[in-house]
């Protein structure tokens, strides 16, 4: 917190809590956060001088008691979103703040980053393990189909995919992929008669 002072830490706070684009990392706005916690004496009165929430100070507050090269990470901006810092902040031992960080430094979405780390908090599970379900669970390309079924319609797949052992979306998967390939198969035969 060198060269902080009431002025500079207020302008940080300002400048880089009002818009979606900071110029400086979550870092120095947590030690200017922290800064002003020591002059005004509450985290409800710097709250309510930049307004901001308390929750919001506490949260910016949590990223100092990081281990180092996890604030290093921050402060490098490889990891630049406070709920993304402050989700690594919550896990339990330093060790796991650590992989949490590597493993997510750069990784493209903060929804995949969100998922790693509820994944590996509530199973309890190694970062780089719970990084490798939830890519290898993203669907890959994508597309998705809303059907209107009858109710009738509606529970004879149900029921068909529960006898089958399957999720639903999968037998709806496997009967337009059956579906295609017959298309196919007739469309073959067409062009040799």
């Known amino acids: 917190m060198n060269g902080l002072d009431e002025d500079t830490a207020l302008s940080i706070l300002f400048a880089n809590t009002r818009r979606t684009r900071r110029n400086v990392d979550l870092i120095t706005v947590a030690e200017s956060c922290e800064y002003l916690v020591d002059l005004y004496g509450s985290q409800k009165a710097v709250a309510e001088k930049v307004g901001l929430s308390a929750e919001m100070i506490r949260e910016f507050r949590k990223l100092l008691n990081l281990p180092k090269e996890v604030k290093d990470l921050i402060s490098s901006r490889e990891i630049?979103?406070?709920?993304?810092?402050?989700r690594i902040s919550m896990l339990q031992e330093p060790e796991k703040?650590?992989?949490?960080?590597?493993?997510?430094?750069?990784?493209?979405?903060s929804k995949d980053v969100r998922d790693i780390l509820r994944l590996s908090e509530s199973a309890d599970l190694p970062i780089e393990e719970s990084k490798k379900m939830v890519l290898d669970a993203k669907p890959k390309g994508l597309h998705i189909f809303i059907v209107d079924f009858d109710d009738e319609a509606y529970s004879a797949l149900m029921d068909e995919a529960k006898a089958l052992e399957v999720e639903t979306a999968e037998l709806v998967k496997e009967i337009v992929t059956d579906w295609l390939q017959r298309k196919e198969d007739r469309e073959g035969k067409q062009e040799i008669h």
């Not at 703040?97 to 979405?109: D, E, F, K, M, Y």
């Open 80 to 86: 630049d979103r406070l709920d993304v810092a402050y």
């Open 97 to 109: 703040q650590v992989a949490a960080a590597r493993t997510i430094a750069n990784l493209p979405s």
